[in-house]
């Protein structure tokens, strides 16, 4: 078979796949690996230096003889590794739907697991912002410690600067999850809308 043969062979295959798939592979494949890498970065910091972060985000807590400190307390660290070691394991679902062989169920369903704890995350820190700082949901006493309101809004800025991208995706460009069987077909699509 002649070169001309075979790219005229392989011609129908590329304008068959619709442009909106080859913008998803093409667009979002390498969103899902910066994301993973900056999990794996960001789970490090948090597992290997809670410490300090804790230190730098909360406000001081009175002590006895009231003298201000802001050395966090062995739960709190722990509590941050936790969170930097779930940070790791979100970027199973980014790795998974980064695969050649990902369709786009496991892609979109990537998306909304993602979104889904970034929105319920954002919640919290909202409530909490929105109670001064220094203190936790359906917190008795006057407790001094805890994170500022400027952490909380960092922490939440930081999320919806993933959250609405990813929302974006996932309602005004629907058709990068489709499958490319079912694009070329003009199947209907198998997901739930």
């Known amino acids: 078979m002649s070169q001309h043969e075979l790219n ?21 494949k390498p969103f899902y690996i910066a994301e993973a890498s900056m999990n794996f970065f960001g789970g490090t910091i948090m597992i290997l230096f809670s410490r300090q972060i804790l230190s730098a985000m909360s406000t001081p807590k009175l002590t006895y003889p009231l003298t201000p400190t802001t050395t966090p307390s062995t739960t709190s660290i722990q509590l941050v590794q936790w969170l930097g070691g779930l940070t790791f394991a979100l970027s199973a679902p980014l790795l998974t739907a980064c695969r050649s062989t990902a369709d786009a169920q496991e892609r979109r369903a990537s998306y909304i697991t993602l979104a889904t704890g970034e929105v319920f995350l954002i919640a919290v820190m909202a409530l909490q912002m929105v109670m001064g700082g220094n203190g936790a949901l359906g917190q008795q006493g006057d407790d001094q410690g805890g994170l500022t309101v400027k952490a909380l809004g960092i922490c939440a800025g930081v999320l919806a600067a993933t959250v609405l991208p990813r929302g974006w995706v996932l309602w005004a460009k629907k ?10 077909e003009g199947r209907p699509k198998s997901r739930a809308s």
Request: proline share 6%; hydrophobic share 40%.
């Open 8 to 28: 005229s062979a392989r011609q129908p295959l590329l304008n068959t796949t619709p442009t909106s798939i080859r913008n998803a592979t093409f667009f979002l």
């Open 175 to 184: 058709g990068w999850f489709e499958d490319v069987d079912e694009a070329r």
